[in-house]
């Protein structure tokens, strides 16, 4: 990870093997990117998926601080449960960290449609995923991007708060990533458009269902022992 005029410079390597327009993926990953930017976080992303050009450094292994997001379509043999997930995140709770982000394609395709945007709620799942990666935590927040619930009702009004990474968050990823506090202080009370806003993007009208994001506490296959923080989706009713 390299800091620049106080400013934590975190490179993301984007591996998408699912044929997603490259106009699409740029649009969810500057979603992404502006959430980040409001934790002094400039996110880097290089795509080395099979659509669009790819960054010459995919053909080497990631550098040490690199982070990696892969957008696949979900397989037919996950365990019961996990049939909802938007996307997972692997923790490492011992190192506080991760690496590792996976994005379900076909299950944003399928609950965006007809309600929001597609590359809205792609951004906004990445952004999500990408905070448990650099926060190094499967827990989740009470309110922002970060918080467990996601509902139709919030989708629709599209509050700056509901979508952007709340004034703690901001601060605990500004301060993992830097570790000095006088560069992350001021932005604790700052405010922050939430992804979208800034491109003109507003969800379409949608009924009442909720997005949930739980931690399952389980390591993927393969990889080094760690806490998976799962993004879901499941129909409900909203309550208020």
Known sequence: MLAFLGVAVVVVRVYDVTGMADVDRRDALDIARNALAAANVQVVFKNCGSIGPKDDSCKRPPEHGERIVRIL??????P????????NALVDSSANGGVLATIYADRVTRVSAGQIDRSLLFGRVIAHELGHLLLGVTAHSNSGLMREFWTDQQVRRNESSDWAFSAEDRQRICLSLLGKRGLCSSIAGSSYLPPGESTGRTPL???DRQFTSTVTGTSAPSRPAGDSATMNFRPSRVTS
């Open 80 to 87: 019961p449960g996990m049939g909802t997930h938007l996307g």
């Open 205 to 207: 009208a949608t009924n």
């Open 73 to 78: 379509n979900a397989p037919k043999n996950l």
